[in-house]
């Protein structure tokens, strides 16, 4: 029988965002440090066989419900394949997050493997400030697997993130798709981490983005449950899908927090913006107990942002106590 994985602020923790890589075949401007970056070795990184087994201790001995692979991007991984028969096995839902390009590869694994939630990310339809923002020219293919993915029926959630001056432009044509097409487009405040050239004026705030598309639809409220991220709208009535917003900056959502994280090299994160980590990893090659070390890791958890981001007027950017977003999982 499984135990809750509770925080000292009565937070039932049964999520698991699980980074195989910290590889990537982008070059984000949000993600990515703006300076030379190198990957992790093969030996720093979990093999497939550790992710299994790790992964087994949360699902049976903590009740995690939810698995989400991220990355880097997960799918450039050469042992992809081998993960997810192993993940499969275990009682829990799987979900993917991915840039899509690699999709095409992998929907029939994960047909077979009836892993149907996939994320997206797309932060611009034009084709040139996707360059931009991905310094890689590859929107058409991530955009015929997303219609792809849709056509095949799978849950399909698209995520942008707003840069102020940067694709602010972008946000009408995104939330525009939620109509035409049974998806989730979501749209995500500029958030710091280490290397990424985050500054505060860069944040557009959810008001803002919601004023743009209020400006011509009449948008309908949603109803959104106490884990999600997302405060989801419908454009229209008729509409396909939906739309929402990831309000990490402006309005955090942390005391509905169900979320653990664990980084390509096996290291726990109890919270995205916390500077402290667990080594899971070193006590599993140890061949010592993984339970205590995750217990105190969620017992430890602060009750907002990691403890350091509370107030978005008094973050200074050159103290930032934190890896970057491509090394500790999408």
């Not at 698995?67 to 839902?93: A, C, M, W, Y």
């Not at 990424?196 to 004023?211: A, G, H």
């Not at 309908?220 to 009535?237: C, E, G, P, Q, V």
Request: glycine share 6%.
């Amino acid at each position: 029988m499984s135990i809750d994985l509770l925080d000292s602020f009565g937070r039932k923790h049964d999520y698991l965002r699980l980074s195989i890589t910290d590889s990537c075949n982008f070059r984000c401007l949000y993600c990515m440090p703006d300076e030379p970056f190198s990957c992790s070795s093969i030996a720093e990184l979990m093999s497939a066989e550790e992710i299994f087994n790790i992964s087994k201790v949360f699902v049976e001995k903590f009740g995690i419900k939810k698995i989400r692979i991220t990355g880097g991007e997960p799918l450039v991984r050469q042992d992809f394949k081998q993960i997810i028969e192993l993940l499969s096995q275990l009682n829990v839902q799987i979900a993917i997050t991915t840039n899509g390009v690699l999709l095409d590869r992998y929907f029939s694994l994960l047909e077979e493997k009836n892993i149907r939630d996939i994320n997206i990310s797309i932060d611009s339809l034009n084709r040139q400030k996707f360059k931009l923002l991905t310094k890689r020219d590859s929107l058409p293919k991530v955009w015929e697997n997303i219609l792809t993915g849709i056509s095949k029926g799978f849950n399909i959630k698209l995520n942008a993130v707003i840069i102020d001056r940067v694709n602010t432009d972008d946000i009408l044509p995104l939330a525009e798709l939620s109509h035409r097409y049974p998806i989730e487009m979501r749209f995500i405040e500029f958030m710091p981490f280490n290397g990424n050239s985050w500054e505060r004026n860069k944040v557009f705030p959810i008001r803002k983005m919601l004023s743009i598309i209020g400006e011509k639809y009449d948008y309908l409220k949603l109803f959104d449950a106490k884990n999600d991220t997302s405060k989801k709208y419908k454009l229209r009535i008729d509409s396909e899908g939906s739309f929402g917003f990831i309000s990490t900056m402006t309005d955090s959502f942390c005391a509905g927090c169900n979320r653990i994280r664990l980084t390509s090299d096996g290291k726990m994160k109890n919270c995205l913006f916390g500077a402290e980590e667990f080594d899971l990893l070193s006590l599993y090659r140890q061949g010592q107990s993984i339970e205590n070390a995750i217990k105190e890791g969620i017992w430890r958890k602060h009750k907002e942002k990691g403890g350091q981001f509370i107030h978005l007027q008094n973050i200074e950017e050159e103290k930032l106590a934190n890896r970057s977003m491509i090394k500790i999982g999408g």
